[in-house]
């Protein structure tokens, strides 16, 4: 069974952040057309939660989400719309 584009995001950010709640969806659909679809690369809209966030400003937890996907940024994905937040935020976004 190969693994999914999909999928390799899913498991690095499940590994890197242990989230409390995860929601990633493949969006590149779209996009079709698009200059960045072109190349086979993907757009992908992730809402994470978890307490490594705990602390850090906006910038710096997407700068981790970034890290943590490393080369896919590069290779497979065009465009990520990220919503990074800590179990409390996420509480009072109920």
């Keep these: 069974m190969s693994t999914t584009r999909y999928d ?3 498991t690095r950010l ?3 952040f242990k989230p409390h709640s995860m929601e990633l969806t493949d969006e590149s659909h ?3 057309g698009h200059a960045g679809a072109e190349g086979g690369r993907g757009h992908y809209r992730v809402r994470i939660v978890s ?3 705990d602390g850090l400003k906006p910038i710096a937890r997407h700068q981790l989400v970034y890290r943590s996907l490393g080369d896919l940024m590069h290779t497979d994905i ?4 990220i ?12």
Excluded at 83 to 94: K, L, R, S
Aim: charged share 15%; hydrophobic share 45%; proline share 7%.
């Design 78 to 81: 065009h465009a990520l719309s």
């Design 83 to 94: 919503t990074a937040q800590t179990p409390d935020e996420a509480q009072g976004a109920i």
């Design 8 to 10: 390799m995001i899913r």
């Design 30 to 32: 779209l996009h079709a």
């Design 14 to 16: 499940e590994a890197a």
């Design 51 to 53: 307490p490594q966030f």
